[in-house]
């Protein structure tokens, strides 16, 4: 089974800073992209950040400039960094990847748990 924790998620100031990180364990043969997407109380899941295995990076508008996705390969992480946060990115931000546990297998998403991010005003 393959498994995504997150973690570093909590409560900060708006313009403050916070630093998520997500790992994958489990039977793990190849990953596609990894990426982060977050919902807010009453809206639909939406994408933060996605990267992809060379490097290649996508954005929401939203957070162009403020955020930035990062992943080592071989440590099987990939990381969020929200700086000057304002109180709209307050959310559950989940991570996201798309695996091969298998060489004759079928690449599949997986979902990791969510971690809270609160940004007060």
């Known amino acids: 089974q393959v498994q995504l924790v997150e973690s570093g998620g909590g409560l900060v100031q708006a313009g403050g800073s916070l630093r998520l990180s997500c790992a994958a364990s489990g039977s793990i043969f190849s990953i596609n992209r990894m990426g982060w997407y977050r919902q807010a109380p009453g809206k639909q899941r939406e994408l933060v950040a996605i990267?992809?295995?060379?490097?290649?990076?996508n954005y929401a508008e939203s957070v162009k400039g403020r955020f930035t996705i990062s992943r080592d390969n071989a440590k099987n992480t990939v990381c969020l960094q929200m700086n000057s946060l304002k109180p709209e990115d307050t959310a559950v931000y989940f991570c996201?990847?798309?695996?091969?546990?298998?060489?004759?297998?079928?690449?599949?998403?997986?979902w990791g748990q969510g971690t809270q991010v609160t940004v007060s005003s």
């Open positions: 996201n990847a798309n695996f091969l546990t298998t060489p004759s297998g079928y690449w599949s998403d997986y």
């Open positions: 990267i992809s295995s060379s490097g290649s990076t």
